[in-house]
C-alpha cells in the first residue's frame, strides 16, 4: 500500500473551476478503492463546500506565519482530505485563482507558495499528524513549488506532477522569489526561472521525479513550440521521465442507464429509446420535432481553444443542409453574439443557450446524434468521451485526448468494429465542413450508424483504468 499526498488547488465536489476539478475529485477515489491510503490537501477556502464534518487537527509556523490544518472527507468517497486554513490568504469569496472582474487576485504567488509549503511539511511528517507520504502527487502550477523544495530534502518522498494544461503557469515578476524566501538553490535558468521571472510550473517540470499529463498525444504535443508555450525544451530533455494517462469520466454521473436528467433512460440494448430524449430536446429548445434529421450538439466554453470560430464559419453552410444545430455554452461576447444571431435567424435550424446548465448538459449529450469538438488543442477532453457512452457519434479534431478516445470511421474499423466517431486533422472551417457532410451520409446508413453507436457504448473510460496506470507509475519510481 502506498502512502500518497494528492497536493491539488481545487477538487470536486469540494470546488471546481474545470477539469482540474473533476480529476482531483475521481482520481483519489479510486486510488482509495485499490486499497491506497490517499489523503488530499487543498486551501480552504471561502467558497468551499463541505458537507462532512471539518475538525482543527494542528496549526504550524510557515514563514512566520501561523496556519491552522483542518480536516474532512470527501463526500460520499471517505478519502481524508486537509485544509490549509491561513484566513488572510484564503478566506475570499468566489473564484479560487482571480476576482469578480476576472483579474488573477494580487497575491497569488504568496498565496500558493504558502500552500505548497504547507504540503512540504505534511508530506515530510512535520506537521504533527504521524503519517509520511510515499508519493506526493502535484497538480498544475499552484503545487509546482513542491517537487522543487522536496528536491532539496533529505530521505524525501518520491513526486509526481501532473500537467492538465500547459496554458496555464504560474508566471511572476522574479523580484517576488525574494520576498517568498525561495531557498537560492532553486533560482537559476535550470530550476524555477524563465525569462527573468519566477516560473511555478517549472517547479513541476524540472524537479519532479515523473511528470504526467493528461493523454499520450499531449504528452507529445507539449514537446513542440506550438503547445509546449517556451518549456518545450525542458519537457523534450525529460521526455523519459513523461508519459500521458488518459482521464477518466464519472461513471455514475454520466450514465444513460441511470441519469435522472434525461426523459428516457436507456442502454446498448435499448437503443431505440435514445429517439425520447432527441424528441425532448427538440421540444425544449423550440425545434421542430423531427426524428429523420440528425441533431448536432456542442457544449464547450465558447473560446478559440474549443474552435468556436471555425464552427461559427461553418454555420452558413450547415443552414443548407438536413440538419439541425444545439449549442449550450458561454464565453467571449462576440461569439455568443455571433451565435444568437444566426439562431434568430434561423430559428427552426439553430438553438443556442448562453449559460450553463448542468440538466440540458445530459439532455444534449443524450438527444444529440452526433457531438462537436473542433478544439484547437484539448489535453484531455470530457464530452467525447461521455458521448461514446451516450451512443450520440463524437466529431473531433485530431488532437490531445480526442486523439486518444475517439477512433475515426475507415473501411478497416468499420470492419474490424472499432470506429467509434468521426475525427479531422486540420483546425479549419473547411476541413470542420467535410466532417460534418461525412457525419450526415453516415448517419444515413442505419446499420453503420448502430454499429458506431454500439463500439462506443462498450467502451471502459472508468477512473478504474486512469488509477491502475497511476498505480503502476509510484510502483516504478
Not at 480536516?71 to 475570499?92: K, N, Q, R, S
Not at 527573468?196 to 524537479?207: N, V
Not at 425545434?287 to 464552427?311: A, T, W, Y
Request: hydrophobic share 40%; net charge negative.
Amino acid at each position: 500500500m502506498k502512502k500518497v499526498l494528492f497536493v491539488t488547488s481545487e477538487a470536486h465536489p469540494l470546488i471546481k473551476t474545470g477539469g482540474l476539478g473533476d480529476v482531483s475529485g475521481s482520481l483519489p477515489k479510486a486510488l482509495a478503492e485499490l486499497s491506497q491510503d490517499v489523503r488530499l490537501i487543498i486551501p480552504n477556502y471561502q467558497s468551499l463546500k463541505t458537507n462532512e464534518d471539518v475538525r482543527y487537527l494542528c496549526s504550524l509556523r510557515v514563514d512566520n506565519r501561523a496556519v491552522d490544518i483542518l480536516e474532512t472527507h470527501m463526500p460520499e468517497a471517505g478519502v481524508i482530505v486537509w485544509l490549509v486554513d491561513c484566513p488572510e490568504y484564503f478566506d475570499y469569496p468566489g473564484n479560487p485563482y482571480v476576482d469578480e472582474q476576472g483579474n488573477p487576485w494580487s497575491n497569488n504567488a504568496e498565496r500558493f507558495a504558502l500552500f505548497c509549503r504547507i504540503a512540504v511539511e505534511v508530506a515530510m511528517n512535520r506537521a504533527h499528524l504521524d503519517w509520511k507520504a510515499d508519493i506526493v502527487h502535484c497538480n498544475d502550477w499552484q503545487s509546482g513549488l513542491v517537487p522543487a523544495l522536496l528536491s532539496l530534502e533529505h530521505d524525501r518522498p518520491a513526486t509526481v506532477f501532473t500537467i492538465h494544461n500547459m496554458a496555464y503557469q504560474g508566471l511572476f515578476p522574479g523580484i517576488i522569489a525574494a520576498s517568498l524566501n525561495l531557498p537560492g538553490q532553486l533560482l537559476h535558468s535550470n530550476g524555477l526561472e524563465f525569462h527573468s521571472m519566477l516560473s511555478f510550473i517549472k517547479g513541476g517540470l524540472a524537479y519532479a521525479d515523473r511528470i504526467t499529463t493528461v493523454s499520450p498525444t499531449y504528452a507529445l504535443e507539449i514537446q513542440t513550440p506550438a503547445l509546449g508555450y517556451g518549456l518545450e525544451g525542458l519537457l523534450t530533455y525529460r521526455k523519459e521521465v513523461l508519459s500521458g494517462i488518459i482521464n477518466g469520466i464519472d461513471l455514475d454521473q454520466w450514465n444513460p442507464e441511470t441519469d435522472p436528467y434525461i426523459s428516457q433512460q436507456y442502454g446498448a440494448k435499448s437503443l431505440a429509446k435514445k429517439q425520447f430524449n432527441k424528441s425532448e430536446l427538440q421540444r425544449k429548445l423550440s425545434l421542430p420535432v423531427n426524428g429523420d434529421i440528425p441533431v448536432f450538439g456542442l457544449i464547450s466554453r465558447l473560446v478559440e481553444q474549443k474552435g468556436i470560430d471555425l464552427l461559427i464559419e461553418c454555420l452558413p453552410d450547415m443552414i443548407d443542409m438536413p440538419l439541425q444545430f444545439v449549442l449550450l455554452g458561454n464565453g467571449e461576447h462576440e461569439f455568443e453574439h455571433s451565435l444568437q444571431n444566426l439562431a434568430h435567424i434561423y430559428p427552426d435550424k439553430i438553438a443556442i443557450t448562453i449559460s450553463y446548465d448542468e440538466s440540458l448538459a445530459h439532455l444534449i449529450e443524450a438527444g444529440a446524434d452526433i457531438f462537436l469538438m473542433p478544439s484547437r488543442f484539448e489535453p484531455c477532453g470530457l464530452n467525447q468521451m461521455y458521448s461514446q457512452r451516450y451512443g450520440t457519434i463524437p466529431v473531433v479534431r485530431k488532437t490531445g485526448g480526442l486523439a486518444d478516445t475517439v477512433i475515426d470511421t475507415l473501411p478497416e474499423t468499420i470492419a474490424n468494429k472499432s470506429a467509434t466517431g468521426i475525427v479531422f486533422n486540420e483546425a479549419s472551417p473547411g476541413t470542420l465542413l467535410e466532417a460534418i457532410k461525412r457525419a450526415i451520409i453516415l448517419y444515413s446508413s442505419p446499420d453503420i450508424w448502430k454499429q458506431l453507436q454500439a463500439n462506443g457504448m462498450k467502451k471502459d473510460f472508468s477512473w478504474q483504468q486512469s488509477a491502475k496506470q497511476y498505480l503502476a507509475l509510484y510502483r516504478s519510481i
